[in-house]
């Protein structure tokens, strides 16, 4: 594939989303009566009701929009659920208060003590402490399988027990794209159902056209795209398991403020335009980094370097602006490091997906069980921002520049 229609491959899912992103959960006017463009919004714990009866009643539409109580939804978060759950391809959405506790919340929500839970290899690092520290304590059998395992491989690994097929894909740090159809496939085979953390594939990405039964969002990353908010999501698309869902969320105090909902409200209507933009960008500098000596691999879904890039290929319209880079085995991580405090334009800190440029190295800092391509040298992890690219890639070059000269 040539340079520009790469480029179209990576940012046409984003222009398709850019019509929707602006109207979703908005209101309308009706009549004569004008309305904001963006809804108000509404602080509060307390809610009143006229009547005893009244507020029972609302206490039974727990699993609809009902105002009952601040710590059970507000006005804002609602909206948001509906817009994440519209862009997503879900019937539900709970809003979290992170995007860990959106992976966290179904874990609890869908197992139980004695069951049996296959996670990914290339899983979120919270994700899998949260697993190791809290899942195994409840009595939770946790197996991690390799992210580009076949299905015969995932299979046997399967057991009557298995409750939970959790994916990430790509993987935030290694980027294996997985096959989800075929995940689907085997955790319905045995009874259990599959959970796609899938926020890098926000708007890009359909989980459950493709066979998942949860998908989770780090809204903190792209939605709200500003690095100013913590928040996340999880979404279902059968009315039994938001019904759980719903209840394990309530029962465990999952609620998101107003404040960082109408942030991330905001940050949807810009997300197709950023992140066109940023896509873009992202696969300018990552082909530029394949032509430099210095790397062995760039870690990009939308490249045939990339583990899993056929399934990218297959499942996705577009890709993100975070990816990976091995570099030769030869040099040193002290090496790596040294690179990174030399860069300027690239700000270094957690998190990605809002508009500035970061980068963090990713040698020794997963915790991997199964043999990892991040295993074949110094690794490091960029998201690209808002930033002019020829700026990036001279501050890369000058970078790389003296780590061949260490």
Not at 143 to 169: D, K
Not at 206 to 219: K, N, T
Request: aromatic share 6%; charged share 20%.
């Amino acid at each position: 594939m040539d340079h520009e229609n790469l480029r179209n491959a990576v940012s046409h899912g984003w222009r398709d989303l850019a019509s929707l992103a602006v109207r979703i959960a908005r209101d309308t006017p009706k009549g004569d009566e004008g309305v904001f463009v963006n809804p108000a919004v509404a602080r509060g714990s307390t809610v009143l009701f006229s009547s005893l009866e009244a507020m029972e009643k609302a206490g039974h539409g727990r699993y609809d929009d009902e105002l009952i109580y601040g710590a059970m939804g507000t006005p804002l978060q609602h909206r948001l659920e509906h817009a994440i759950a519209t862009i997503e391809g879900a019937s539900h959405t709970q809003i979290a208060p992170s995007g860990l506790a959106a992976c966290m919340l179904p874990l609890l929500a869908f197992l139980d003590n004695g069951g049996h839970c296959l996670i990914s290899d290339s899983v979120y690092g919270p994700t899998r402490r949260f697993a190791e520290k809290i899942l195994r304590r409840f009595g939770v059998d946790i197996t991690y399988f390799p992210p580009c395992a076949t299905e015969s491989e995932v299979r046997q690994l399967c057991r009557a027990n298995t409750r939970i097929v959790f994916s990430e894909s790509p993987g935030s740090h290694s980027f294996e794209v997985q096959d989800i159809p075929m995940l689907a496939r085997v955790a319905h085979a045995c009874g259990a159902r599959l959970i796609v953390d899938n926020t890098w594939g926000i708007g890009i990405f359909q989980p459950f056209r493709h066979g998942a039964d949860i998908s989770i969002q780090a809204l903190t990353k792209y939605p709200a795209g500003h690095a100013d908010t913590v928040i996340g999501a999880i979404s279902v698309n059968n009315e039994q398991d938001w019904r759980i869902l719903r209840d394990t969320a309530i029962q465990t105090g999952q609620v998101a403020g107003p404040d960082d909902c109408a942030l991330t409200l905001r940050g949807i209507r810009t997300l197709p335009v950023r992140q066109e933009r940023q896509s873009q960008s992202a696969i300018d500098i990552a082909l530029w980094l394949q032509t430099r000596p210095e790397v062995t691999r760039v870690l990009h879904p939308a490249l045939p370097s990339c583990p899993g890039h056929e399934f990218w290929k297959r499942d996705f319209s577009g890709a993100s602006s975070l990816f990976g880079v091995i570099l030769r085995s030869d040099f040193t991580l002290i090496q790596l490091e040294r690179m990174i405090d030399s860069l300027r334009m690239f700000g270094i800190g957690a998190s990605w997906g809002g508009y500035e440029s970061l980068v963090l190295p990713t040698t020794h800092g997963i915790t991997r069980s199964c043999d990892s391509v991040t295993q074949a040298g110094p690794t490091f992890r960029i998201h690209i921002g808002l930033e002019n690219t020829d700026e990036l890639i001279a501050d890369l070059a000058q970078g790389l520049d003296g780590l061949a000269g260490d």
